[in-house]
């Protein structure tokens, strides 16, 4: 028996012994992959989708930035455009306020974990290099949402950072633009690309062009606050490659029968959204004051009648001289505020319960940007034309003059319609002459950066970018915004400057939130200025 006893614990010592050696074999789920094993090319398109939903739909800048910038126009209340058109809170205002924070900080998180992934794989370089632009470009957008922001201490909660500190927006900034300057250049077109960019399907060139006209717009956020800074790197970006043509246009088509579709066609075609939403007053008078050929691509008039404005195989009518735009702040209660009332209202369609109050107003077109794949930009030529152009103004050296610049931003904007839909509804040609037509009035500075800007709001705004025409409007205070102050308004009457922090942030990070919201002039309210925004 005692033999027995000890032949069975030898036979025991033999087999954990065994065991021991395949330990991390046998305790490893073969269903999941390992840091080691992992591809991290696969996490480059959600990073780039986090960006998007992060400016897009309901999550994103439709219910807020769209009409703050008074791109857009709803005359509904209660409802959830409030928070945009009236600026007053809906019911949801809370949470559709921590969805760029949410969608962005993922976006940067999963750009963060390629970087870690790929740090010993030197092949992997260009996927690296990459994900820090795109990295940066998720962290730029909440900055510029919210103010301070964690930013050296961002998504790094595997080294232990699970309090981040808030840092001041010129830091961010600082390290921002020092960080692109340093890994742009590293993108090698001889090395691997990556297999998995849902962008510009791995294309080094077209990511190196993206980093310098990146840097560019965050150059020119600082033109008020930080003029040598701004000048040294958009003169930077400009040696080093902006964006030579629309083929450069950085965007995303949606795959609607895979289950993703672009968020804002997604929010449009819901019946409420569809026989509400219309242009904003501003857009559709500039766009008619200046006979410009966009204006019968991206508007339309709906059929007469509620039950007509409300039926999407109905296409509206895109005659130029029936287009109007709706001033924002307004409703449909019978009071004071109805929008019967708004000057220059065109009249209702339809009669008795077919009755539409606001069916003589403009509606963005539904076959340019109703389909759910419709595709979502991020970043444009005409975009970087545009800011270049500022830049001459001010005397900086990025090659050909302002009003060069400006027409090659006019003529590509007018162009870039052309995406959204899969044809090109404004020929070049026609674009051309019309930019040749409509130079910039170098009279003065202050008339070149008003038509300057006031453009870049116009493309911006009608790509349905509405983070960037509200950003830009705020650093460059142009066009001129007339605010609304509906009752029970939460800014006392004036556009909001910024978003408030996630109240989230109170319970998972309060001492750094607190300190943030200290260094605030004004304090953590909407009307409350981000650091460049002077």
Same mark, same amino acid.
């Given at each position: 028996?005692?033999?027995?006893?000890?032949?069975?614990?030898?036979?025991?010592?033999?087999?954990?012994?065994?065991?021991?050696?395949?330990?991390?074999?046998?305790?490893?789920?073969?269903?999941?992959?390992?840091?080691?094993?992992?591809?991290?090319?696969?996490?480059?398109?959600?990073?780039?989708?986090?960006?998007?939903?992060?400016?897009?739909?309901?999550?994103?800048?439709?219910?807020?930035?769209?009409?703050?910038?008074?791109?857009?126009?709803?005359?509904?209340?209660?409802?959830?455009?409030?928070?945009?058109?009236?600026?007053?809170?809906?019911?949801?205002?809370?949470?559709?306020?921590?969805?760029?924070?949410?969608?962005?900080?993922?976006?940067?998180?999963?750009?963060?974990?390629?970087?870690?992934?790929?740090?010993?794989?030197?092949?992997?370089?260009?996927?690296?290099?990459?994900?820090?632009?795109?990295?940066?470009?998720?962290?730029?957008?909440?900055?510029?949402?919210?103010?301070?922001?964690?930013?050296?201490?961002?998504?790094?909660?595997?080294?232990?950072?699970?309090?981040?500190?808030?840092?001041?927006?010129?830091?961010?900034?600082?390290?921002?633009?020092?960080?692109?300057?340093?890994?742009?250049?590293?993108?090698?077109?001889?090395?691997?690309?990556?297999?998995?960019?849902?962008?510009?399907?791995?294309?080094?060139?077209?990511?190196?062009?993206?980093?310098?006209?990146?840097?560019?717009?965050?150059?020119?956020?600082?033109?008020?606050?930080?003029?040598?800074?701004?000048?040294?790197?958009?003169?930077?970006?400009?040696?080093?490659?902006?964006?030579?043509?629309?083929?450069?246009?950085?965007?995303?088509?949606?795959?609607?029968?895979?289950?993703?579709?672009?968020?804002?066609?997604?929010?449009?075609?819901?019946?409420?959204?569809?026989?509400?939403?219309?242009?904003?007053?501003?857009?559709?008078?500039?766009?008619?004051?200046?006979?410009?050929?966009?204006?019968?691509?991206?508007?339309?008039?709906?059929?007469?009648?509620?039950?007509?404005?409300?039926?999407?195989?109905?296409?509206?009518?895109?005659?130029?001289?029936?287009?109007? &735009?709706?001033? !924002? *702040?307004?409703?449909?209660?019978?009071? =004071? %505020?109805?929008? @019967?009332? /708004?000057?220059?209202? #065109?009249?209702?369609?339809?009669?008795?319960?077919?009755?539409?109050?606001?069916?003589?107003?403009?509606?963005?077109?539904?076959?340019?940007?109703?389909?759910?794949?419709?595709?979502?930009?991020?970043?444009?030529?005409?975009?970087?034309?545009?800011?270049?152009?500022?830049?001459?103004?001010?005397?900086?050296?990025?090659?050909?003059?302002?009003?060069?610049?400006?027409?090659?931003?006019?003529?590509?904007?007018?162009?870039?319609? &052309?995406?959204? !839909? *899969?044809?090109?509804?404004?020929?070049? =040609? %026609?674009?051309? @002459?019309? /930019?040749?037509?409509? #130079?910039?009035?170098?009279?003065?500075?202050?008339?070149?950066?008003?038509?300057?800007?006031?453009?870049?709001?116009?493309?911006?705004?009608?790509?349905?970018?509405?983070?960037?025409?509200?950003?830009?409007?705020?650093?460059?205070?142009?066009?001129?915004?007339?605010?609304?102050?509906?009752?029970?308004?939460?800014?006392?009457?004036?556009?909001?400057?910024?978003?408030?922090?996630?109240?989230?942030?109170?319970?998972?990070?309060?001492?750094?939130? !607190?300190?943030?919201?200290?260094?605030?002039?004004?304090?953590?309210?909407?009307?409350?200025?981000?650091?460049?925004?002077?």
């Amino acid at each position: 028996m005692k033999k027995l006893m000890i032949y069975s614990a030898l036979v025991a010592y033999v087999l954990l012994a065994g065991c021991t050696k395949k330990f991390d074999d046998l305790n490893t789920d073969p269903t999941k992959a390992s840091s080691s094993s992992f591809d991290p090319n696969l996490l480059l398109p959600t990073s780039e989708l986090n960006y998007i939903g992060a400016i897009q739909g309901y999550g994103g800048a439709l219910l807020f930035q769209s009409m703050w910038a008074q791109i857009l126009a709803d005359a509904e209340y209660p409802a959830y455009y409030t928070n945009g058109d009236k600026y007053v809170a809906s019911g949801n205002i809370l949470s559709y306020n921590a969805s760029v924070w949410g969608n962005a900080y993922s976006g940067a998180g999963n750009a963060q974990e390629i970087i870690n992934l790929t740090a010993t794989k030197d092949e992997l370089s260009n996927l690296r290099g990459i994900a820090l632009i795109v990295k940066l470009f998720n962290l730029e957008l909440i900055t510029d949402t919210y103010g301070d922001v964690p930013f050296s201490e961002a998504v790094q909660a595997k080294t232990g950072f699970l309090s981040p500190v808030y840092d001041k927006q010129q830091d961010i900034y600082t390290s921002l633009l020092a960080k692109l300057d340093s890994v742009i250049p590293t993108l090698d077109a001889s090395k691997a690309k990556p297999t998995n960019d849902i962008i510009y399907g791995g294309d080094i060139a077209k990511w190196k062009k993206f980093g310098y006209t990146f840097m560019l717009r965050a150059a020119m956020r600082l033109t008020k606050v930080d003029a040598a800074t701004a000048k040294l790197y958009a003169e930077k970006a400009f040696a080093g490659g902006t964006f030579a043509s629309n083929d450069d246009n950085a965007y995303i088509t949606f795959d609607n029968s895979n289950g993703y579709s672009n968020g804002n066609s997604g929010a449009l075609v819901v019946v409420e959204d569809y026989t509400q939403v219309r242009w904003g007053k501003g857009v559709i008078d500039r766009l008619k004051t200046d006979a410009d050929p966009r204006l019968t691509v991206i508007a339309e008039v709906p059929q007469p009648g509620l039950a007509n404005s409300g039926n999407q195989s109905l296409a509206g009518d895109s005659t130029f001289a029936l287009q109007q &735009g709706m001033p !924002n *702040g307004y409703d449909q209660n019978g009071q =004071a %505020t109805d929008i @019967t009332n /708004a000057p220059g209202y #065109p009249g209702g369609t339809g009669v008795g319960n077919d009755l539409n109050k606001i069916g003589g107003y403009s509606r963005p077109t539904t076959s340019l940007y109703l389909a759910l794949n419709t595709p979502g930009f991020l970043l444009t030529y005409a975009e970087s034309e545009l800011l270049l152009a500022e830049a001459a103004v001010n005397g900086w050296s990025v090659g050909a003059s302002a009003a060069t610049h400006y027409a090659n931003g006019l003529s590509a904007a007018l162009q870039t319609y &052309g995406t959204l !839909n *899969g044809t090109t509804p404004i020929p070049a =040609a %026609t674009a051309n @002459t019309y /930019a040749a037509a409509h #130079p910039l009035d170098i009279s003065t500075t202050d008339n070149s950066l008003q038509q300057i800007n006031t453009q870049y709001w116009i493309t911006t705004g009608t790509l349905f970018n509405f983070e960037e025409a509200w950003t830009n409007w705020r650093r460059s205070g142009y066009p001129v915004l007339t605010p609304v102050n509906y009752i029970g308004n939460f800014t006392g009457g004036t556009i909001p400057r910024r978003q408030i922090y996630p109240v989230g942030e109170a319970q998972t990070n309060p001492v750094n939130l !607190n300190a943030a919201v200290s260094a605030l002039s004004g304090g953590d309210n909407w009307t409350s200025r981000v650091w460049w925004d002077k």
